[in-house]
């Protein structure tokens, strides 16, 4: 069922709450995790889109996304809810944490090691300690590759990439095991603020 058919009472136009099929997709990554009911998305003004190069940000409970992955998300397109994960995982760390995250994530996509978590895994760091764009990207290509929806997926690095191996899968060579990592995240995730 698309966004829009499932939450009929949810305003069009440029500023719009979560549906009831997003707070249902959401709830399999962060449980109640997250406060959905302040979660408004937001269609990015154009001046802005020209500035950031139309790329999605989040302020506090606020996801400002671009026009044609606003309209996407509003039809209930399958094909951006891995962005509304990456993003909600923002408004996780601004309900959890507060708004640091934003000059956090700044300096990371400037000068840090940016969206590239596998760097983080192969460091040994958990995913509390990566930066808010790691934790954000490793969340959604954990979301992408199905491992929300498949009991025994396992998750790791493959070179430079995430990968997700389904439970009658064979690991691929120069597969690494980095499953504890994302349970721990996952678990995180779902406490309470």
């Known amino acids: 069922m698309g966004a829009a058919a499932s939450n009929k ?3 069009g136009g440029d500023k719009r709450s979560l549906s009831d099929a997003e707070v249902w997709l ?24 020209s500035i950031n190069g139309s790329r999605a940000f989040v302020l506090g409970n ?12 509003w039809r209930g397109d399958k094909d951006k809810t891995w962005l509304l994960v990456h993003e909600c995982v923002h408004v996780w760390q601004y309900q959890h944490h507060g708004i640091g995250y934003v000059a956090e994530s700044l300096w990371a996509q400037g000068f840090g090691d940016g969206y590239d978590y596998v760097k ?18 490793l969340i959604q290509d954990a979301f992408h590759g199905g491992y929300f929806e498949v009991p025994g997926v396992r998750f790791g690095a493959v070179g430079g990439k995430g ?14 095991d980095y499953t504890s990592v994302l349970v721990a995240a ?4 779902r406490e309470p603020a």
């Open 120 to 137: 983080a895994l192969r460091a040994g760091k958990p995913w509390t300690k990566m930066n808010p764009e790691q934790q954000a990207q």
């Open 62 to 73: 606020t996801l400002n996304v671009p026009s044609p992955d606003y309209d996407a998300m």
């Open 163 to 176: 990968a997700v191996l389904r439970p009658e899968g064979k690991a691929p060579e120069g597969f690494t």
């Open 9 to 11: 009472g949810a305003p």
């Open 186 to 189: 996952v678990a995180k995730l």
């Open 26 to 49: 959401l709830r399999e990554v962060f449980g109640d995790g997250l406060d959905y009911k302040p979660v408004r998305l937001v269609r990015m003004a154009p001046f802005i889109a």
